[in-house]
């Protein structure tokens, strides 16, 4: 059974900064694409981040290019996203989701991705 369980979300002041991690159980996390996903209010969920297997490539939304670095920590296979200086535009239910090969092109697609975290919510305030 495969599992991942976001962790760290919470409330942050305008510039300030959190830690998510994805903790995954029933598959290893180097095996696969690693991506990070927000979704708003009334808003499509968007890809933001992403790590490929083994050559741990990244990629980055414009949005958070920057401020964002997402880390993958195989030894507990978890993976991370550091986000700084956040934004009140960073306010959103961030997803952790697994999938297959990658590329700039197509990282920030849900379709990339089988399997799916349950979300942590993240809210910056001005």
């Known amino acids: 059974q495969v599992q991942l369980i976001e962790s760290g979300g919470g409330l942050a002041q305008a510039g300030g900064s959190l830690r998510l991690s994805c903790a995954a159980s029933g598959f290893r996390l180097d095996f696969a694409s690693v991506a990070w996903f927000r979704q708003a209010p009334e808003k499509e969920r968007e890809g933001i981040s992403c790590i490929s297997s083994s050559t741990a490539i990244t990629y980055y939304a414009d949005s958070v290019k920057g401020r964002f670095t997402i880390s993958r920590e195989n030894a507990n296979n978890t993976v991370y996203l550091q986000m700084n200086n956040l934004k009140t535009e960073d306010t959103a239910v961030y997803y952790c989701?697994?999938?297959?090969?990658?590329?700039?092109?197509?990282?920030?697609?849900?379709?990339?991705?089988?399997?799916w975290g349950q979300g942590t919510q993240v809210t910056v305030s001005s």
């Open positions: 989701a697994i999938g297959g090969r990658v590329s700039q092109d197509t990282y920030a697609s849900t379709r990339q991705y089988v399997y």
